[in-house]
């Protein structure tokens, strides 16, 4: 074998060892990129802005989908078998931490995570009720995150201003909803003591808005839709069938607003998910979510519909208005 053909293998081998270390030095590389497995309960845009804001938050923390971290988005479509199947998914792929949107998907991971990797909630009304965390100020195991519980006062506020002559206030959600019961329960009580005849009224799906609103528009002078799953996603459906009884609806969220309520003080579902993507960084740079507090997300800004107060020919009070002009939101 000749010098110059001895040469040419040398330098071919040496290459070829070369790439073989760098592919696996790469490789380890890409194995310690931390995996985050997020899971939303349902499609609708509160819960979509939840999302937007965990990973923002998530990036804020140096974490950014693609090159610092590998997020795995799933989305279940309100099916409880896939959220089951999801979650699962999530542990037997060895996610380093999971995030849950909306109470039954933090249930699910719960249950998959079996007390062992972090879960981060986003937005879960009732932390404590739903026996996910000991206390809001120690969690006490692997479960921490951010509630979203609503200002049911400022949204009675909202009620007595748009509705002054309101004798009859109707307040409907979701049966199976932990978060959607809570409030309205809490909410019914509230309305009582302002004076307020309330009768509740419940889906079991969003099948069942269509039925359930015609009875409820036929018996209530306004309607308050509290922060449920349920009735988000068949707000339209609810809309359709007020607005012909002629009857303001008045919701949580600003995107429920946006779907045709007439007004609410909002409290930000991007700002939820964001506290909750920061507090799932801090969980993966290695806090620990048994001493980190679940943080409240409580602050809100009120939102008004002109258009939809037009229609129904109601006439928002001027400070409302200027309120939302200034610090808020106007829908025209």
Same mark, same amino acid.
């Given at each position: 074998m000749n010098k110059r053909l001895l040469s040419s293998i040398v330098i071919v081998v040496g290459f070829l060892v070369f790439a073989f270390f760098q592919? #696996?030095?790469s490789s380890n590389h890409q194995a310690k990129i931390p995996k985050v497995g997020i899971l939303q309960l349902v499609t609708h845009p509160a819960l979509d802005e939840i999302h937007q804001? +965990?990973?923002?938050?998530?990036?804020?923390?140096?974490?950014?989908n693609g090159k610092t971290v590998k997020i795995d988005y799933q989305n279940a479509q309100?099916?409880?078998?896939?959220?089951? =199947?999801?979650?699962?998914?999530?542990?037997n792929q060895g996610d380093n931490l999971t995030v849950g949107i909306a109470t039954p998907a933090v249930l699910s991971l719960a249950k998959a995570a079996n007390g062992q990797s972090p879960v981060i909630l986003a937005g879960i009304t009732d932390p404590v009720g739903a026996k996910l965390v000991k206390s809001i100020d120690k969690p006490g195991a692997n479960i921490t995150g951010t509630s979203g &519980?609503?200002?049911? #006062?400022?949204?009675? &506020?909202?009620?007595?201003?748009?509705?002054p002559q309101a004798k009859t206030?109707?307040?409907?959600? #979701?049966?199976?909803?932990?978060?959607? #019961?809570?409030?309205?329960?809490?909410?019914?009580?509230?309305?009582?003591?302002?004076?307020?005849? +309330?009768?509740?009224y419940t889906i079991a799906s969003t099948n069942d808005m269509q039925q359930v609103a015609e009875t409820m528009a036929g018996q209530v002078d306004v309607v308050y839709a509290p922060q449920d799953n349920g009735v988000a996603s068949a707000m339209k459906t609810l809309i359709n069938t007020t607005n012909q009884a002629k009857i303001p609806v008045i919701p949580a969220t600003d995107t429920m607003v946006k779907d045709g309520g007439i007004a609410t003080m909002s409290v930000s579902?991007?700002?939820?998910?964001?506290?909750?993507g920061l507090m799932a960084g801090q969980v993966l740079?290695?806090?620990?979510?048994? =001493?980190?507090? +679940?943080?409240? +997300?409580?602050?809100?800004?009120?939102v008004v519909n002109i258009k939809e107060a037009q229609m129904l020919g109601i006439e928002l009070p001027a400070n409302m208005v200027q309120e939302a002009q200034a610090h808020g939101e106007v829908i025209q």
């Open positions: 592919g #696996t030095h804001g +965990v990973v923002a938050g998530l990036k804020q923390e140096g974490y950014v309100a099916n409880q078998a896939n959220l089951k =199947t999801m979650a699962q998914n999530f542990i &519980d609503s200002p049911l #006062t400022e949204h009675l &506020d909202v009620i007595q201003k748009v509705a206030l109707g307040i409907i959600y #979701t049966s199976s909803d932990h978060g959607g #019961t809570y409030h309205a329960q809490k909410t019914e009580k509230l309305a009582q003591e302002k004076g307020l005849r +309330v009768k509740m579902q991007f700002d939820i998910g964001y506290q909750a740079k290695g806090q620990n979510p048994a =001493t980190m507090p +679940v943080r409240s +997300v409580m602050k809100g800004s009120l």
